[in-house]
């Protein structure tokens, strides 16, 4: 699959811009911080669904990880459904509560973002998906 490298600095700004401008309270535990990012990915490896949820197990970049790791997300129906019809993925962006505390949002960088990720992955959900002809995902 081939990449758009273009997009790739404008979702790593993003990303970081988003991160530290959300430490939200919303629907939270008061100690609860959440974190809106946006994250390159390799490609959706399938998609199920549990008890009524939705969800898409998806493998990072090569920039977040060197391993072949991947890690599952809940997504709204409609995303579900859309995916199927589209091939070619290069992002998603995730609301992530990070339960306890805030996140060190000082030191961002992909290998952090991808550690929260896969720790939290059960408090995360998928909020857009990006694809390779620059189409956005709701």
Do not use: W
Not at 8 to 33: G, H, R
Not at 64 to 70: G, I, L, P, Q, R
């Amino acid at each position: 699959m081939k990449k758009v490298k273009f997009l790739a600095p404008i979702m790593v700004a993003l990303s970081a811009m988003t991160a530290k401008l959300v430490s939200l309270k919303q629907k939270t535990n008061k100690k609860d911080c959440v974190v809106i990012t946006t994250v390159e990915i390799s490609e959706i490896i399938s998609q199920f669904q549990e008890d009524g949820i939705f969800y898409i197990t998806v493998k990072f970049d090569n920039a977040y990880t060197n391993s072949d790791e991947v890690v599952s997300f809940k997504v709204s129906e409609s995303i579900y459904n859309q995916i199927s019809k589209q091939q070619g993925f290069i992002g998603i962006t995730l609301r992530m509560i990070v339960p306890h505390g805030q996140p060190k949002l000082n030191i961002i960088d992909n290998e952090m973002i991808f550690e929260y990720l896969k720790t939290y992955s059960y408090n995360c959900e998928v909020i857009y998906i990006n694809t390779v002809d620059n189409q956005i995902l709701q």
